[in-house]
Each structure stands twice: as structure tokens, then as C-alpha cells.
């Protein structure tokens, strides 16, 4: 049979080149819905520069230091080297048990021993293979080779740490699991190293419930921990072991109760965070002594880690939760999970040493209603705590006050035996008076204000250090009374200290309170004293001095909130530890108001006066032209701009601001390339050195600003070896309490701490052209139930704790950073995103943010709560999520948001001109043009191919079908 | 015609058994998804998937008096469309739970949805598979004595 009447044959063809037709039109719709993704998967370019004439302009406007790959490889795998150097902490060390000497030969235990913390998972992973393990890292000693393989592929394999069911597991070994190897301790016993890890992780808080740990709690020890632990004191106290070391390889404060119990002796212990690529070698270095440790905790640890407000508000509720369901949110069928929830800070100020520090400076002082609390159960180290090989001694304190500022001077001597650094921490107490107590001010006993870090000094040299105190770090914010910033009347202590507890104890012995703490010194206080109450000088902007500051965040404090109804919390205060500090959950109903707040797609002004913009007009404009030099400054309210802005058309406008995921779009009609933009913290993700660096608190442990500073532009090297221009970091998020999953990315429970570690990164980055994206703002310091849970804080902690880091980060005299990337949850009832007040307000008018604001990743939020609407029109300016042409076509005839659009726009462009180095190699008369990626071509070929071929099949089989018919008939 | 309609369903009783849950199931997914659909990763609903879902269907109903295998066969590629639909519109559901960042796992409904349309769509496919093509089948010839 001729094979044009074989229906058989056409039908087959047809049905499959059909459902290969389906398979490419929705395949490749998809494919278009996740371009930016792909794109940025495939390191794909989708433009080209055409060059026009030689401008002989030297377009190279931000240089590369490292363009050589191993010298690239070489320079950041020193940094992370010396960031762990000095970033891990001695917490401990017993009858000088470290450093060991060369040579030792030693016996790792627990299974973190061979599968060490380098980094965590979410934004901050990084390629982690071929990173040296422990075992080889410790090349000045020599390791038991049989527990090693015990733990590696013996009894011990079976055991591994994880998260079954999303519960974080410990699983490790028992005593009775070491029977086999036991026999080798005795020829490796110069030192038993205990490797103690947790893991953590983007997504999810750490357990506190359901954990294999004791009491369900990831943090806590393992009762096999525990149990080795024992029986290495045990084998120590028999000669087997000679010391004990505990590493603790977690980025998150485990708690430490343990190492004061009488049945567990460690001789020393080392704080190590996460490693990073390289940060396993410094473990040898400081080990063998070749580095005396620096650090100083950037966290408090505790023997007790629901012993804050924060963790015992964490501890009270439901299955020990951060978040509860609104207790009516059974009455709201249609709500769902991102709005249902919210989280209350009961604590106010008192995040980690603010709390410890100021209620045992009430017990010293003997203030009312402090109630019962005992400092020495509750704090094992604290904050700013780390001890040295070396000692290092004080002198000459001096304190000088001039115009805005004071100026601090001491000398430092190292006095003990071997060379080292020292990190040296000024601390401040405000008076706390009868106007705070009765306004609900509330004044931390101690807080870190300035800190500096000595060069590496021998044995018998000095360093002067200065340091540097603004006078507006007096302030304190009054959002009851003067509803703005305030600076009381009284005694100001300034202190040095070793730790946050030490330099409290100096302050109150200069008070003359008896302390009982052996190592205080009166001569390291100074003090400055304000002779008038002050609401004026700090109650306008820095940078805007028009821009009056004042409560913004009502909305946002329960208390205050106009739709409360019968709603209302307690914040911990000082004026009453007894009766403020959490007794039980914060139980919230949804009232009518909040109700109405909550829901998304809120309606846009009409006929507000606003003008619908241009689109499309050809000025012959191109974006380079606007980048500001010094000879021909365009700032960015420059009436220019305009002209530019109307170059773009409406579907470009959406397609640069909504299709923003790790990129954003070239803009033809103004010749605006596409920037590569990509996580995260740790390390660029992609990179081909494959870096990543150590926890974010140990880079904080470090209190070395200019080691930050090159870790900013380590990290900027690495990302433009890659074509990458922005990072997604660094993370100024709280370490409000111990169980934050994230906290990996993040600095420190002190805001200030935090904040100029986020200042050093950002220099050290933007002054190579990759833009800092500071996130997440704001008020995202937990994981559980991210996604739109609603957080209830007031206005000073939300000024003074958890907005600090980010206003230092932004300020054009500060950080100057010039993107932020905004947060997963609410502030009250608000999608921060969607409230004008923290993104326009605070953000733009008090603190001159000049750079444009991406949203977290928008691409399954964004039809929900993260909606385009709600987020532009209050200052939103692009989305980290898959975009259209189309995707505002139904706001296109609203001038209010049009208008929205365009600043959006403006932002993107202006930060792109001025400080981007993905305007390298464009000049003036060159020309941008788009360029069809591999998988567009395939997309289209496939479509059209399979289109024809369906055609075609059809068709033959229709004329075949006619000709069986003809012959049947 | 009728008499031929009634024979090829007949001869094919088995091909239409699994045509008819093709139809059933493609009317469960139109009524379930519009049910159940809206999600916090999905607001609206997707008309391209009930809308296919219901051609499916119609086609499989049509395929009952149009005994061609390809009307069987044209009843899968439109369920193949609705299923791809389906898995489109729910595709950053689907990522967000590989990526496993926010610990959101398949909901009953998901999973009920796209098990129904992916059944619906295969037996349709298995129902054009085995048809019997007796629109083409020769008329017996008489003998001649």
C-alpha cells in the first residue's frame, strides 16, 4: 500500500508530533515564565554591544584587581583563612591546654569531626566539595587514624546529623558503638578533640520541639554527646587523654550548660562558626599556636537558651514556636497560611546582652521589681568574650569631646608571651531616668558604641587606639512621649572592657557598686555629662534635614495600632523585670480593622492629580551619558532623567521592574544592559573559585573593620571574575534568639556590631562596582512561617534594634549602600514591601537611601501577599521573580501607579549608570541590542517544527482517511 | 450509520470502558481544580486548564458516535494539554517544594489533581490504542454460487 493512504502511519505521526507540540508550547511557556532563572542558571547574555565611534573615553569604570584565575583563587582563599583566624573564639582554656605542641598526636571525636559545618543550606550555599577535611587540615599533629575511619566508614558511619520530617536530628553515636577502637586513645592521647556541630539552614528555625537532642531541643546536647563527653573525662582523669578540646562547629549559640557540669571536664574550647572553603586550616593554625585567637563573641552564650525575653516568649508558646495562629483565625476560612500567623518581640530592647547585662546591673544597683535572676545560671560566656594566648594591658584611657563627636584613646601592650591582637570594645551606659520610667523609654544597661582592633602586636609592643563615638549615639528613641529621638539629661559612662559584662562591671565600680568581678578597673570609664534633656537635635533627618522624625511604626505596635480592639502585650521593661518579663504566650485575635489590613491588592488612588508619563519618545538618550562624573554631574533629580524615561515603553517598564530574579533586564530603547545579580552572604553563588567564607558571626568575631572591608571586596573580585554585579547581601537580620535558622547569614545579636560590619562589606564591595543588596528588610530574624507571618514589635526596638544595622548600612555617610532586598513578612498587618512608612518614609526621607529595593523571592508569593500593586505603589522597585511585558497591564491606565513605575525605573537606572560595573566597555556611542539565547532558539525551533509537522500529519492523514474511505467504498 | 455506531462500540465495548473514566475523570479534574484550585501559590484560577480539561472530555463523548481512533487520540492530546497546563500554573508550588526552603510539602488536592488529569489524559490514550478501526474494515463479500 502506497504509504500516503496509510492512515495508520499519519495518525501516528500526528498524535505524536502533537503532544511533542503541547510539550513545546507549554514547556516553553514555561521556559518563558522562568527566563531571568534560566538566564542566570545558564550564565546566559541577552544583549550584545554594538560598538559605535571611539569616544576614547576610558570606559573601564570600575577596575579588577585579581583578573588572573589562581591569583583570584589565592586571594580569597587567604581571606577566608584569615577571617576564621580571627573570628573563631577561645572561650576556654584551662592551665594553658592550647595551643598544642607540633607534633601531638590526636584523637578526633563526634561526628562532626569528618563532616564539618562548612556552610548551610538556602542563599548561602556554596559548592562545598574538594574542601580539605579536618583531618588533613591538621597537618602539625598527627590524627588517630582508626577513629577516623570508625567515624568515616566504620560503626561510627551510621551516624549522621539531618533533618528527617524538617525535625533538625543530632544521631550520634553511642559510648558503646567505640568498643573496636577504643584500644587506639592511649597512642593518640596528647588531646581528645571533641567536634561539636549543628547545622542550619534557610526556610526553617531550629527544632525546639521533636529534636533527638535533650529536651527536644537541637541546641542542647545529645545525650550520646553527652555520654562521650563524660567518657573522655573520664579516659583523661585515667591519663588515656591528656587534654580535652571541644570545637564548637556551629553558627548558632549550642547551649553550654554542659561544660559546668562536675561530670565534664573540657580543658579548652574554641567557638569556629562555619568554615567556609578555607577556614578548616585556621583550626591547625590556631590549634599549634602559629595564631593566637582574637575573637571575641558575637553572640552571648548561654547555659540556658530560652532564658531571654525573646526565647522564653519562643518557649512559652505552642510546641515552642516563634509564630502562633491568631486565636480567631478559625473564623476566617478564606485566610491562608501568610496571613493567619504573627509573632510577637515581647522584649522590646533587651535582645541578648542588652537583656543579661541590664537586669544583673538592676540586681547590683538593687532597683525595684527586678525579681529573681541569678547571672552566673544564665550566661556561660558573654557577649564580646574571647580569651587569647597572649595578654594584652591597658592604659592611658583617655576621652576627648569634639564637635559632634567624642574621641576615645588607649594604649594597648601585649604583656604575655607570644605575639597576637587584641579587639578593644568601648561600651556606653545612658542614665536611665524618671522621664524613661515614666514614658516607657527604655536604656540597656551596656552597649557596644565603638571598637577597633589592634595590629598583630610582639611581646612588649604598644598600639594608641582611637576610637570613635558619634554623639548621636546617645539617643534614645521615645515613641510614647516625644515620639521621636531623645537624649536625656544626666551621666553618660563610657567604658573599655573585655567583654560587654566586664566593661558593665568597670562602669558600676565606677559607680561605686561592689561587683565581686576581680578583674574591674575604674580607670577604663569615662563619662560625659548632658546637662539638659534634648528632643530637638536628633528629631530631624542626618541627611534630610527637612524630614522631621517621628513614630512611623504605630501600626506596628499592638499597643498603639488604631484597630486593635481589645488586643494589647507587655514588652519587658526594666522599670519591672518581675512583672514584664514573659509569664505566657501573647495571645492576638483579628479584629475587623485587621482584617481589612491584611488583605492584599489594596486599590490604588484614582485621579490623584497625577500625570500619565510618556513612553516611547526617541530623545536619542543613552543611559551611559547620565553617569555622574565629577566633570559633568547628573544627580538624580536632574530633569535629564526625565527625558531618558520616556525613551522606555510601558512593557519595558514591566518587564524591568517585575522580571527581576538574580538580574535586571537590559532596557533596549535607553541602552541598559542586564546585570547578573546572585546570592548571597557567604559566597557568590556560581562562583569559579568556588569561595564561600565562614558564618557571618564569625566574620563579626573578628571586630576587625578592615578586615571586613576586604572581605567586601573579596567577595566583589570573586563575583565579577563571573560577570556578576550584585550580591544579595550581606544579611543584617537579628540574632534575636538562638533557634533562628538563618542566623548563619547574619552578624550578631548587637545592632551596632552589626551595622558596621554591614558598612565595612559594603564599602569594600561597591568600590568595585558590584551594588550590596542589605537584606532583608526588615524584621525577618526568623524562618518558621516567613512567609507573611506578622510581626508585632514597638517603635524603639524597631528604631534602636532591629532598623539600626540597615540606616547604617544605607546612609550616604555611612555604608551608602545602593540596594536593599526587602522581607518575606509583615510588620503588623503590612507586607514590609507594601508599607510606604518603612520603605519611603524611613527608608528615602530620614535616612537618603538613593537605591532601589528588591523584593525576596517573589515567584510563589508573588500573585498572594507579595502582589506587584502593593509593592510598587509604596516604594517597591523591583521583584526577585519571573516577569512579563504584561504583567502590569492592568494597572496601565492608573497615572498614581504609572508614575510608581517610573520612579522604579529611575532608581534602577540611576544606581545601574553610577555605580555598576555592568556598565564596563559601554561608551556613549555604542549601542545595546538583543541577543536570542540557545534555549529561546530551541524553544522556537521546537514550536515551529512541531507546529509544521502537526500541520502536515494532519492533513495526510485527512487525505488518506478520504482515499481508505474511496477504496472501502 | 447507526447500525454502524452501534456495532463499532460494540466491537470496541472494552476501548470505550476506558474512554468513558477518561471522561469521568477529565470532568473531575474541571470540577475539582475549579474547587479546589486557589491555593497561597496559585489565586486564580487557570480557565486554559478547565477549558481543556472539558474539550477532553466533550471529544471523548463525541468519540462514542465518531468511531475513528484519532478523535480517541485527539481526546489525549487536548487531556496532555490541560495535565501541562496544570503543571505550568503550579510550577513555583512545585519548585518551592524540591528546592525544599520553606518546608511546604504536596497538599491531598494537588496531588488528586494532577493524579486525575494524568489518568484521565492515559486513558484516554490506552482507550485509542486499542480501538479497532472499523470504519475501515471491508464489507464482507458475498460468494457467488
Redesign the interface.
Known amino acids: 500500500m502506497s504509504p500516503i493512504k496509510s492512515v495508520k502511519l499519519w495518525r501516528t505521526l500526528f498524535v505524536v508530533s502533537a503532544s511533542f507540540l503541547a510539550v513545546a508550547l507549554i514547556g516553553g511557556g514555561i521556559a518563558y515564565d522562568q527566563s531571568a532563572a534560566l538566564n542566570s542558571a545558564f550564565n546566559l547574555k541577552t544583549y550584545e554591544v554594538i560598538k559605535g565611534d571611539d569616544t576614547g573615553e576610558d570606559t573601564e569604570y570600575f577596575k579588577r584587581q585579581y583578573t588572573d584565575p589562581e591569583k583570584l583563587k589565592e586571594y580569597t582563599d587567604s581571606v577566608c583563612r584569615q577571617l576564621e583566624q580571627e573570628g573563631m573564639v577561645l572561650l576556654k582554656n584551662e592551665n594553658a591546654a592550647l595551643p598544642l605542641a607540633e607534633g601531638n598526636k590526636v584523637s578526633l571525636f563526634g561526628q562532626g569531626s569528618v563532616s564539618l559545618n562548612y556552610g548551610a543550606t538556602g542563599s548561602s550555599s556554596t559548592d562545598t566539595s574538594g574542601i580539605a577535611n579536618l583531618k588533613t587540615a591538621l597537618s602539625s599533629f598527627e590524627v588517630n587514624p582508626t577513629l577516623w575511619d570508625f567515624y568515616q566508614s566504620g560503626a561510627g558511619a551510621g551516624y549522621r546529623r539531618g533533618k528527617p520530617g524538617l525535625i533538625y536530628k543530632m544521631n550520634e553515636a553511642p559510648w558503646s558503638e567505640y568498643g573496636s577502637v577504643m584500644s587506639s586513645f592511649s597512642d593518640y592521647g596528647d588531646a581528645a578533640i571533641y567536634v561539636l556541630s549543628r547545622d542550619s539552614g534557610e526556610g526553617m528555625d531550629l527544632s525546639t520541639v521533636n529534636s533527638d537532642c535533650e529536651g527536644g531541643v537541637y541546641l542542647n546536647l545529645h545525650h550520646n554527646e553527652r555520654e562521650v563527653l563524660k567518657s573522655l573525662t573520664a579516659l583523661k582523669a585515667s591519663g588515656t587523654f591528656k587534654k580535652v578540646i571541644l570545637l564548637i562547629n556551629s553558627p548558632v549559640p549550642v547551649q553550654l550548660d554542659f561544660m559546668f557540669d562536675a561530670d565534664i571536664n573540657i580543658d579548652s574550647a574554641l567557638w569556629i562558626g562555619n568554615l567556609g572553603s578555607t577556614g578548616v586550616y585556621a583550626i591547625d593554625d590556631v590549634l599549634s599556636g602559629k595564631v593566637s585567637p582574637s575573637g571575641k563573641l558575637s553572640d552571648t552564650f548561654l547555659k540556658d537558651n530560652f532564658a531571654s525575653p525573646a526565647a522564653a516568649t519562643w518557649g512559652l508558646n505552642a510546641n515552642k514556636s516563634f509564630a502562633l495562629p491568631y486565636s480567631n483565625a478559625g473564623d476566617y476560612p478564606g485566610f491562608n497560611n501568610t496571613q493567619n500567623t504573627y509573632a510577637v518581640y515581647t522584649e522590646g530592647i533587651y535582645v541578648g546582652y542588652r537583656y543579661f547585662e541590664t537586669r544583673y546591673a538592676d540586681v547590683m544597683m538593687g532597683s525595684p521589681r527586678v525579681g529573681t535572676f541569678d547571672y552566673d545560671a544564665k550566661v556561660a560566656y558573654p557577649f564580646g568574650h574571647g580569651l587569647s594566648y597572649t595578654d594584652f594591658y591597658y592604659s592611658g584611657f583617655a576621652m576627648e569631646e569634639k564637635d559632634d563627636l567624642f574621641l576615645f584613646t588607649v594604649d594597648v601592650m601585649n604583656i604575655g608571651g607570644v605575639k597576637g591582637k587584641e579587639a578593644v570594645q568601648l561600651y556606653l551606659q545612658k542614665p536611665y531616668t524618671a522621664y524613661d520610667r515614666e514614658h516607657g523609654v527604655e536604656k540597656s544597661a551596656v552597649e557596644l558604641v565603638a571598637f577597633e582592633k589592634t595590629a598583630e602586636l610582639d611581646t612588649g609592643d604598644y598600639q594608641t587606639i582611637t576610637l570613635r563615638v558619634e554623639k548621636e549615639q546617645l539617643r534614645s528613641y521615645d515613641a510614647n512621649y516625644a515620639k521621636t529621638y531623645i537624649v536625656d539629661e544626666g551621666d553618660y559612662y563610657f567604658a573599655l572592657g573585655t567583654n560587654a559584662h566586664n566593661a558593665l562591671n568597670n562602669i558600676l565600680d565606677a559607680q561605686g557598686i561592689v561587683t565581686g568581678d576581680f578583674y574591674v578597673d575604674p580607670t577604663l570609664v569615662a563619662t560625659y555629662h548632658q546637662a539638659s534633656f534634648d528632643k530637638e537635635t536628633y528629631s530631624h533627618s542626618p541627611v534630610n534635614k527637612d524630614k522631621t522624625i517621628t513614630n512611623r511604626f504605630d501600626f506596628s505596635d499592638i499597643n498603639k495600632y488604631e484597630g486593635r480592639g481589645s488586643n494589647s502585650v507587655t514588652y519587658a521593661s526594666r522599670n519591672d523585670w518581675e512583672g514584664t518579663f514573659p509569664k505566657a504566650s501573647e495571645i492576638l485575635s483579628i479584629t475587623a480593622m485587621m482584617e481589612k489590613d491584611i488583605l492584599s491588592y489594596k486599590a490604588l488612588p484614582e485621579n490623584d492629580g497625577s500625570v500619565m508619563p510618556s513612553y516611547g519618545r526617541d530623545h536619542g538618550l543613552s543611559l551611559i551619558a547620565f553617569r555622574s562624573t565629577e566633570q559633568k554631574p547628573v544627580a538624580y533629580d536632574d530633569p535629564k532623567w526625565q527625558d531618558l524615561l520616556d525613551q522606555m515603553t510601558f512593557a519595558e517598564q514591566a518587564l524591568l521592574i517585575t522580571d527581576g530574579q538574580h538580574n535586571t533586564s537590559r532596557v533596549l530603547s535607553v541602552n541598559k544592559p542586564a546585570t547578573k545579580d546572585e546570592n548571597g552572604p557567604n559566597g557568590v553563588s556560581g562562583s569559579s573559585t568556588k569561595a564561600s567564607f565562614p558564618s557571618e558571626g564569625v566574620w563579626a568575631a573578628t571586630f576587625n573593620k578592615d578586615l571586613l572591608e576586604e572581605v567586601g571586596k573579596c567577595l566583589a573580585e570573586d563575583a565579577l571574575a563571573v560577570g556578576i554585579t550584585g550580591i544579595y547581601g550581606p544579611g543584617v537580620n537579628l540574632h534575636r534568639a538562638p533557634f533562628g535558622g538563618r542566623a548563619h547569614e547574619y552578624f550578631s545579636e548587637d545592632p551596632y556590631l552589626m551595622a558596621i560590619c554591614s558598612v565595612q562589606e559594603t564599602i569594600g564591595m561597591q568600590s568595585k562596582g558590584v551594588i550590596t543588596y542589605v537584606k532583608h528588610f526588615a524584621v525577618n530574624d526568623e524562618e518558621t512561617n516567613r512567609n507573611g507571618v506578622a510581626i508585632w514589635l514597638n517603635e524603639q526596638e524597631m528604631r534602636e534594634i532591629v532598623l539600626l544595622p540597615f540606616e547604617y548600612s544605607f546612609r550616604p555617610d555611612m555604608g551608602n549602600a545602593h540596594a536593599t532586598m526587602t522581607s518575606f513578612n509583615r510588620i503588623g498587618c503590612l507586607w514590609t514591601s507594601a508599607s510606604s512608612a518603612l520603605m519611603e518614609a524611613v527608608l528615602r526621607d530620614e535616612w537618603g537611601f538613593d537605591g532601589f529595593a528588591i523584593t525576596d523571592m517573589a515567584s510563589s508569593n508573588a500573585k498572594t501577599f507579595m502582589t506587584f500593586v502593593d509593592g510598587i505603589a509604596n516604594g517597591t522597585s523591583l521583584y526577585d521573580g519571573a516577569g512579563s511585558e504584561k504583567a502590569l497591564d492592568d494597572y496601565r491606565n492608573n497615572a498614581f501607579f504609572a508614575n510608581k513605575m517610573r520612579e522604579a525605573c529611575h532608581r534602577i537606572l540611576y544606581i545601574t549608570a553610577n555605580y555598576s560595573a555592568a556598565m564596563n566597555g559601554i561608551s556613549a556611542a555604542d549601542r545595546i541590542v538583543p541577543v536570542i539565547t540557545w534555549w529561546e532558539a530551541t524553544v522556537i525551533g521546537l514550536r515551529v517544527g512541531f507546529g509544521v509537522l502537526s500541520g502536515a500529519t494532519l492533513a495526510l492523514l485527512g487525505v488518506a482517511l478520504f482515499l481508505r474511505r474511496k477504496e472501502i467504498a | 450509520m447507526f447500525a454502524l455506531i452501534l456495532k463499532n462500540l460494540k466491537e470496541n465495548i472494552l476501548s470505550y470502558v476506558f474512554v468513558g473514566i477518561g471522561i469521568a475523570l477529565s470532568l473531575v479534574v474541571c470540577f475539582y481544580y475549579q474547587a479546589t484550585g486557589v491555593?497561597?501559590?496559585?489565586?486564580?484560577i487557570n480557565p486554559i486548564i478547565i477549558i481543556f480539561s472539558a474539550i477532553s472530555a466533550g471529544i471523548g463523548i463525541i468519540s462514542f458516535c465518531a468511531g475513528?481512533?484519532?478523535v480517541k487520540?485527539l481526546a489525549?492530546?487536548m487531556g496532555?494539554?490541560a495535565f501541562?497546563?496544570y503543571?505550568?500554573e503550579e510550577?513555583?508550588?512545585i519548585?518551592?517544594i524540591f528546592t525544599?526552603?520553606?518546608?511546604t510539602s504536596f497538599t491531598l488536592e494537588f496531588i488528586l489533581t494532577f493524579a486525575f488529569s494524568i489518568a484521565a489524559m492515559l486513558f484516554f490514550l490506552v482507550g485509542?490504542i486499542i480501538q479497532k478501526?472499523i470504519l475501515?474494515?471491508?464489507?464482507p463479500v458475498a460468494k457467488e454460487n
Not at chain 2, 491555593?39 to 486564580?44: G, L
Not at chain 2, 525544599?100 to 518546608?103: A, E, F, L, S, Y
Not at chain 2, 475501515?136 to 464489507?139: D, I, L
Open positions: 491555593t497561597a501559590f496559585t489565586p486564580k475513528f481512533k484519532i487520540y489525549f492530546v496532555l494539554f501541562l497546563s503543571v505550568r510550577i513555583t508550588y519548585a518551592n525544599g526552603i520553606d518546608g485509542a478501526e475501515f474494515q471491508k464489507k
